[in-house]
């Protein structure tokens, strides 16, 4: 099976910056894509960015121009990079990766998804 945990998150005034992590462990899998979700009270949860094996990366409107996500392949990381937040930035971050998993003898696609991080940006 493979774990996602998250580091980072808390508490920071508007226009403060914050940075998130999140590592892939377990064994036989491989990972294809990588990302954050967030989701406000009250709200559906939605994509934050996303990157592929290949680097691509995919921002919603919203955080373009404020948020970076990069990913270090060699530890199977995500790291989102967060500037100018807004108070409207707040919500739990949710890491995610859609791998493929070892299964016996073929691979199997799978979504995993990370406990959650809270992220509150208030003055």
């Known amino acids: 099976q493979v774990q996602l945990v998250e580091s980072g998150g808390g508490s920071v005034q508007p226009g403060g910056s914050l940075s998130l992590s999140c590592a892939a462990s377990?064994?036989?899998?491989?990972?294809?894509?990588m990302g954050w979700y967030r989701q406000a009270p009250g709200k559906q949860r939605e994509l934050v960015a996303r990157i592929i094996s290949g680097g691509e990366t995919n921002l919603t409107d919203s955080v373009k121009g404020r948020f970076t996500i990069t990913r270090d392949n060699t530890k199977n990381t995500v790291y989102l990079q967060m500037n100018s937040l807004r108070p409207e930035d707040t919500a739990v971050y949710y890491c995610?990766?859609?791998?493929?998993?070892?299964?016996?003898?073929?691979?199997?696609?799978?979504?995993?998804w990370g406990q959650g991080t809270q992220v509150t940006v208030s003055s």
């Open positions: 377990g064994s036989d899998f491989s990972i294809y894509a």
């Open positions: 995610n990766a859609d791998l493929l998993l070892r299964v016996d003898y073929r691979f199997e696609a799978r979504q995993y």
